[in-house]
């Protein structure tokens, strides 16, 4: 198993560009979160899915969207990038069965807004 | 709604010493879950434990040990003769399972492992 994938590993965008964080696991978890990290700040939820054709919204969802129209893809779109979408994401996914289960991240993508 | 805190933002101990991370947990529900993640210099995240809040007992891994104590909303983790490979970011998270199940983290508590 590959576990969750992501990709692009970096990217740098200018402002106003718009980009989507491809994210993929092969586990058949139906959870699948995004988060994005920043310094002193945490992980701070973006966007989550319960299962395919569910989404809702996490803590930060604002310039962001998601959809989740298979099991294994849950790619983040940027509308429009900002200098404060600057951080490192990360998407996870777990069983989501019997209550929220241990999280498998993926390596992250170190994003950067110019 | 819920919330995690973890007050202590950068801890330094010197190597065999035992260190106690704190968490601080906020929650309206009566069913929840906690846990604890690693983030080492590496930046990769690994899971260190779950607990669900019906479960009281206290857990022990080795070296790791997880304190949950209801009547004070907190899980803390203790680790016991602390190593150098200790050093890393450690995370608490919670999430309220009667409501989306999402998954809430704390800021998280760098530890730094002097040797």
């Known amino acids: 198993n590959a576990g969750v994938t992501q990709t692009p590993k970096f990217q740098v965008l200018k402002t106003g560009q718009s980009m989507t964080l491809q994210c993929a696991q092969d586990?058949?978890?139906?959870?699948m979160s995004w988060y994005r990290q920043d310094p002193g700040m945490g992980l701070r939820l973006i966007h989550y899915s319960v299962g395919a054709g569910i989404t809702d919204q996490g803590e930060v969802p604002n310039g962001y969207n998601v959809s989740r129209s298979t099991t294994e893809d849950f790619p983040l779109r940027l509308l429009s990038a900002a200098p404060s979408q600057t951080s490192v994401y990360f998407c996870a996914s777990s069983y989501g069965s019997g209550g929220p289960d241990e999280q498998f991240f993926g390596p992250g993508t170190r994003l950067t807004v110019l | 709604a819920q919330k995690v805190t973890q007050a202590q933002t950068e801890i330094s101990v010197v190597e065999k010493e035992d260190v106690t991370l704190d968490c601080v947990y906020e929650?309206?529900?009566?069913?929840?879950?906690l846990f604890w993640y690693k983030q080492p210099p590496s930046g990769e995240l690994v899971f260190l434990i779950r607990r669900n809040s019906f479960d009281e007992q206290n857990e022990i891994s080795g070296r790791y040990s997880w304190n949950f104590q209801k009547s004070t909303s907190s899980f803390n983790f203790t680790i016991t003769a602390s190593q150098v490979v200790d050093s890393a970011v450690y995370f608490c998270a919670l999430s309220e399972a009667d409501r989306d199940d999402k998954i809430i983290f704390g800021k998280g508590t760098r530890l730094h492992i002097l040797p």
């Open positions: 586990m058949n978890h139906e959870y």
């Open positions: 929650t309206r529900d009566t069913t929840y879950y």
